[in-house]
């Protein structure tokens, strides 16, 4: 794996990690509260509102919009994944995309093609800069992202026919 020249410390920790998500001899495993594991849409309904709640959590810190940004786009590609998993055949293998989810929106009714791409082209331009670039997020774009994830997530629990499944009610 390594040259020699790698620190042992990140070595030992990456050997850790590998482990960890192979569920290597850890007897019973600890799985997140709240993350339905019955079928794969209420898994992904539920992981967003896990993400939802972290978005609030990290709100109520103050001026970690860095963190808000990233999260609340995870937690809208959850709620539109929740939303095709339940009511079409998609499986989490078509999701391997970021922007996939977008995409998929339109294709099976979610949102209108303009939506569905501006919410695409919200991620392909802003997302990458906020987390790669050299751009310095701000308070109003991560309270806007907010109140995007919340209102993307509320309307894709309301479509989907199965209810009882959002931890956010």
């Not at 020249?5 to 600890?30: K, W």
């Not at 999260?71 to 998609?90: H, K, P, Q, W």
Request: glycine residues 8%; contains cysteine; charged residues 25%.
């Amino acid at each position: 794996m390594s040259n020699g020249s790698d620190p042992t410390a990140v070595l030992t920790a990456l050997d850790r990690a590998q482990d960890a998500f192979e569920m290597v001899g850890r007897g019973r495993t600890a799985f997140e509260d709240g993350i339905s594991a019955d079928e794969d849409w209420k898994t992904q309904l539920t992981k967003a509102c896990r993400l939802l709640e972290v978005v609030d959590t990290l709100q109520s810190q103050d001026g970690y919009y860095t963190a808000v940004i990233e999260v609340c786009f995870g937690a809208i590609e959850r709620s539109i994944e929740a939303y095709a998993l339940a009511m079409t055949n998609d499986t989490l293998q078509d999701f391997q995309d970021h922007q996939f989810s977008y995409e998929r929106a339109h294709q099976i009714g979610l949102f209108e093609r303009e939506t569905a791409e501006a919410m695409k082209d919200l991620y392909s331009e802003n997302r990458t800069e906020s987390y790669y670039g050299g751009g310095r997020p701000t308070e109003e774009q991560a309270e806007a992202m907010t109140d995007l994830a919340g209102a993307v997530h509320q309307f894709a629990v309301s479509q989907i026919r199965e209810g009882g499944v959002c931890l956010c009610d």
